[in-house]
Nanobody, 122 residues
Framework: VQLQAFGGGMVQAGGSLRLSCAAC????????MGWYRRTPGKERELVAR???????NYADSVKGRFTISKDNAKNTVYLQMNSLKPEDTAFYYC?????????????????WGKGTQVTVSS
């Protein structure tokens, strides 16, 4: 699966952006789809993830402000970001995680996509 994130940009604090992650391939076969972000000098951070049953998890820092969703028919995952803060400034990218049985037994595989920059000004 190839992933491409887009929708980033520059916005003022309090504003909104919606990121999209388009997959070249089926996301319905993925166990988990997630959004991560990275800022210079910091560890990669899980922002939000959505499971195959559409259960969701969020980082504490974005709860109540961000919403992850997916459209299996369009093979696209979204991240709606509201009430953006300067500390949300980061490079955002998406991940697809799949667990399956192979000749080696239970195997997991991660796919990482090209990201998009989000900059929030104060």
């Amino acid at each position: 699966v190839q992933l491409q994130a887009f929708g980033g940009g520059m916005v003022q604090a309090g504003g909104s952006l919606r990121l999209s992650c388009a997959a070249c391939g089926s996301i319905s076969s993925m166990n988990v789809m997630g959004w991560y972000r990275r800022t210079p000098g910091k560890e990669r951070e899980l922002v939000a993830r959505i499971g195959s049953s559409r259960s969701t998890n969020y980082a504490d820092s974005v709860k109540g402000r961000f919403t992850i969703s997916k459209d299996n028919a369009k093979n696209t995952v979204y991240l709606q970001m509201n009430s953006l803060k300067p500390e949300d400034t980061a490079f955002y990218y998406c991940n697809a995680h799949r667990v399956y049985y192979s000749n080696s037994g239970l195997t997991s595989q991660d796919y990482w996509g090209k990201g998009t920059q989000v900059t929030v000004s104060s």
